[in-house]
């Protein structure tokens, strides 16, 4: 089974004191080489998927009536697995991890992201900033903790126990509904709005070139991005015309929900849970931040269509310009070095999902390394 779900860690927690050199030299070097025949092999694999699934997908109306739908929702998933893969490969391009070639990673980057309708630049300049500032309480970029009195939660001793706790205890079904809206809806929300970003920049947007998230000189990097965006909006509402808004829904809305669905089960889970730490400047560091990540085992399918970004994460927090074909051999190698650093949890993705998002729902107001917590959760 995966790791132990810990309830209040921070009693024997004590901080990792690794360099980055000493992770670096514990894994083989062939392991950072970087391949761009091998990158685009995945490329092509995955636009096969894509396109076999499509081509399946016309001829649903062949079979009878009452296995369409179950049809339709088996395209919807599969089409949205394998979408996935191809969002996990332009964001590699966005490190530079797809190939040696500076050029090669943006062109392949920004085609694949804007097919997606994701701003290639503008994302990638704000993931960046989350990989330099992974789990840093002031400077990290996405899935900032909130506080225990943004959330209203400060201890009051005449304020009643039940009003204090009354956000928290809803019902399975209140917290199986937000869980769900968040990981259809949270991935265009966080573009549009930066929703899960620190306090100085939500409500910015990704697809703004004056946004509060760029420098000036980026200005025409994200308007690139923009134009991605609208080139394949263009071709969506060209689509619209031609056959129908219907058939555009079915063949590329809805697998896009399930693009987002993905993508913020993925995000959320390797970045939040009881057991990862959050710092304060005065503690943090490049590779404690990059060691507050978990790999999850999502079963041999998924982890093989999704190219691992699920199961190798800390490998590729720690080397973000390592390939993705390479990481899980890393993994090995980092699992010995780190020891009791390295978190692992097997635990069924949609279990742990609706698990963390119960439990994580705020940090203390004050620390140098904070844990997430509930109001059930005891005090040190």
């Given at each position: 089974?995966?790791?132990k779900?810990?309830?209040n860690?921070e009693?024997?927690?004590?901080?990792?004191?690794?360099?980055?050199k000493?992770?670096r030299?514990?894994?083989?070097?062939?392991?950072?080489?970087?391949d761009?025949?091998?990158?685009?092999s995945?490329?092509?694999?995955?636009?096969c998927?894509?396109?076999?699934?499509?081509?399946?997908?016309?001829?649903?109306?062949?079979?009878?009536?009452?296995?369409?739908?179950?049809a339709?929702v088996?395209?919807?998933?599969?089409?949205?697995?394998?979408?996935?893969?191809?969002?996990?490969?332009?964001?590699?391009c966005?490190h530079?991890a797809?190939?040696a070639?500076?050029?090669?990673?943006?062109?392949?980057?920004?085609?694949?992201?804007s097919?997606?309708?994701?701003?290639?630049?503008?994302?990638?300049?704000?993931?960046s900033q989350?990989h330099?500032?992974?789990?840093n309480?002031?400077r990290?970029?996405?899935?900032?903790?909130?506080t225990?009195s943004?959330r209203?939660?400060?201890?009051?001793?005449?304020t009643?126990?039940?009003?204090?706790?009354?956000?928290?205890?809803?019902?399975?079904l209140?917290?199986l509904?937000m869980?769900?809206?968040?990981?259809?809806?949270?991935?265009?929300m966080?573009?549009y709005?930066?929703?899960?970003g620190?306090?100085?920049?939500?409500?910015?947007?990704?697809?703004?070139?004056?946004?509060v998230?760029?420098?000036?000189?980026?200005?025409?990097?994200?308007?690139?991005?923009?134009?991605?965006?609208l080139?394949?909006i263009?071709?969506?509402?060209?689509s619209?015309?031609?056959?129908s808004?219907?058939?555009?829904?079915?063949?590329?809305g809805?697998?896009?929900?399930?693009?987002?669905?993905?993508?913020v089960t993925?995000?959320?889970?390797?970045?939040?849970?009881?057991?990862?730490p959050?710092?304060?400047?005065?503690?943090?560091?490049?590779?404690?931040?990059?060691?507050?990540?978990?790999?999850?085992?999502?079963?041999?399918i998924?982890?093989?269509?999704?190219?691992h970004?699920?199961?190798?994460?800390?490998a590729?927090?720690?080397?973000?310009?390592?390939?993705?074909?390479?990481?899980?051999?890393?993994t090995?190698?980092?699992?010995?070095?780190?020891g009791?650093y390295?978190r692992?949890?097997?635990?069924?993705?949609?279990?742990?999902?609706?698990?963390?998002?119960?439990?994580?729902q705020?940090?203390?107001?004050?620390?140098?390394?904070?844990?997430f917590?509930?109001?059930s959760t005891?005090?040190?």
């Amino acid at each position: 089974m995966g790791a132990k779900k810990v309830v209040n860690p921070e009693k024997d927690f004590v901080p990792p004191d690794f360099t980055i050199k000493e992770l670096r030299d514990c894994v083989p070097k062939h392991c950072f080489e970087r391949d761009t025949l091998r990158s685009f092999s995945y490329v092509a694999y995955d636009m096969c998927g894509v396109a076999f699934l499509a081509f399946c997908a016309s001829h649903i109306h062949l079979l009878p009536l009452a296995l369409r739908a179950p049809a339709w929702v088996l395209y919807w998933v599969s089409q949205g697995i394998v979408a996935t893969g191809l969002w996990v490969i332009a964001h590699e391009c966005g490190h530079g991890a797809f190939s040696a070639n500076r050029t090669v990673n943006h062109v392949t980057g920004w085609v694949l992201h804007s097919a997606l309708l994701v701003p290639y630049y503008a994302w990638r300049h704000s993931h960046s900033q989350h990989h330099k500032n992974t789990n840093n309480l002031t400077r990290d970029e996405v899935f900032v903790p909130r506080t225990k009195s943004y959330r209203g939660l400060q201890d009051k001793p005449s304020t009643p126990a039940w009003m204090t706790d009354s956000i928290f205890d809803e019902t399975p079904l209140y917290h199986l509904a937000m869980v769900t809206a968040q990981s259809l809806f949270g991935w265009p929300m966080y573009l549009y709005r930066n929703a899960s970003g620190p306090k100085y920049s939500r409500g910015a947007s990704h697809f703004n070139p004056t946004s509060v998230l760029f420098r000036a000189e980026q200005f025409g990097q994200i308007v690139i991005s923009d134009i991605g965006l609208l080139l394949t909006i263009a071709v969506l509402t060209y689509s619209c015309w031609i056959f129908s808004p219907a058939t555009v829904a079915f063949y590329y809305g809805v697998p896009y929900l399930m693009v987002n669905f993905w993508l913020v089960t993925i995000t959320f889970l390797q970045h939040t849970d009881a057991a990862v730490p959050h710092y304060a400047d005065d503690s943090w560091n490049f590779v404690r931040g990059a060691l507050c990540t978990v790999d999850r085992d999502f079963g041999w399918i998924l982890n093989t269509c999704l190219h691992h970004i699920q199961d190798s994460h800390v490998a590729h927090h720690v080397f973000s310009q390592m390939p993705h074909y390479h990481a899980l051999e890393a993994t090995e190698h980092l699992k010995k070095k780190l020891g009791k650093y390295y978190r692992f949890d097997d635990t069924n993705f949609l279990v742990a999902l609706y698990h963390n998002f119960k439990h994580c729902q705020f940090i203390e107001d004050t620390g140098s390394v904070l844990f997430f917590r509930n109001t059930s959760t005891p005090a040190n």
